[in-house]
């Protein structure tokens, strides 16, 4: 008994880390992910132009990421909190029903209104889903390979954007979008049954009874969470640097396919396989991104991944035709594989066992805050200016932030941030360890449902 329970990711003590970079349990639960996201890889790439085959014009495609965007505010850190408290497993199981009533809805839905509720109810998955991905793979990692870890899981889990995409462009010509969201729902539903009986075999393995989530608890974590974001170290370079970037990507992501189908005239198939030649080069270079983190620091992960997107953003603008987009989505995934393992060692080397769930929750419900009229202002561009003027914005913040980065993140202030938070987690910080528990130190997929 004593075997099973401290090997359990649900165990007070934490899991035991292994010394390959994915083992069994890692495994199975990144092939029940994988399921699950080629169902929202399918969706995803093609659902502005969705939104604009209902009626809606292009600022109220803006307003409707915008009003579809507080539902990931409300609920992002609760998910988190949910999953520190629950599980993992637990947590996601929780978020894959919403998604199943999700994909209903954008099924029978007759006006683009609709797809306000449908994309929000969606949403709710990633709450539970997205911290407790990030937290469960960083509690099956040692620390001295975690970025590895996160790169080599990530790396695997991006085949869901190299198959997704290229069915549900091909579904949605063919057949129409309703039967692209029916086929990913089929998909979404399969992987649930796989996900509730994993949730289920992991309770069953624990006989200690899950932490009581309370309200006390969840404003201590909260608060201890925000007192480490602005304490002036990683955490709070991190959330400025990603708050920026998060705002200016906001202003122009949504507004891709139309970009690419309204103006430069390609069909939907060609745009979803853009998204294939993304995630194939994340799959291929993830693990290079780790190790490069690992063996040169974060720093410079991060400053590097950056410039290359910015790169990737000039040569789209300057794109005319299907091959160039092509080029400019495979440096998209250069830069990603770069950003990726950084940003998620970088958090999990500073953030105590029990709080990684909040934490990332936390960060992506501050960022979401941050970057809430983001698409709205987009669409505000796209009238007012031209169709390519939400693009520059994110070309202007790589040129602020990415010098920034280097000066901010040096190399001294990493391993300090992370010895200082690693070695005296619930010495320092008062509260953070007195569950009873002991605590233990430690952004990828974006969308994880």
Known sequence: MTSSHSNSPLSPEGPKHPSRLINRTLMVFLVAMISANI???????????????????????????????????????????VSDSIGRLQAIAIGSLAGIAGYALYIVAPTWQWLILAQGVSSLAGCFVAPSFRAFVAEQSSEEM???????SESIYMITGVVGPPIGGIVSENYGYRAMF????????????????????ARNRVQTAADKMTFEKLKRSIGSMISLVFAG?????????????DVAYSISYRFEP???????????????????FFSGAMMLLLPVGGWFADRFGERAGLVLGH????????????????????????????GA?????AYNSLISKVVPLKMRGTAFGLFSTSLGLISLPAPYVGGLLWNAVSPRAPFVVPLIASAVMTPLLWMKLKPETESAGGRSLDS???????????????????????EVV
């Open 307 to 334: 410039g290359t997107h910015a790169v990737a953003l000039v040569l789209m603008l300057l794109g005319k035709a299907y091959p160039h987009f092509i080029v400019v989505w495979i440096l998209y995934g250069v």
């Open 182 to 201: 029916a086929t990913a729902a089929a998909l979404y539903g399969a992987a649930t049954v796989i996900r509730i009986a994993m949730a289920r075999s």
């Open 146 to 152: 975690r970025a590895r870890t996160f790169a080599l």
């Open 424 to 446: 005296q987690a619930g010495e320092e910080r008062p509260g953070l360890a007195d569950d009873g528990a002991e605590e233990e130190s430690s952004l990828g997929p974006d």
């Open 337 to 341: 594989s770069l950003l990726s393992p």
């Open 233 to 245: 170290g990683i955490l709070t370079w991190l959330f400025i640097s990603d708050g920026v970037f």
């Open 39 to 81: 169902a929202s890889q399918m969706g995803q790439p093609l659902m502005s132009l969705y939104v604009q085959s209902l009626g809606a014009n292009v600022q109220q495609v803006g307003l409707l990421f915008t009003i579809t965007s507080i539902v990931p505010l409300a609920f992002q850190i609760l998910g988190g909190f």
């Open 258 to 276: 139309l970009y690419l189908g309204n103006v430069i005239g390609l069909g939907n198939t060609q745009i979803a396989t853009l998204s294939s």
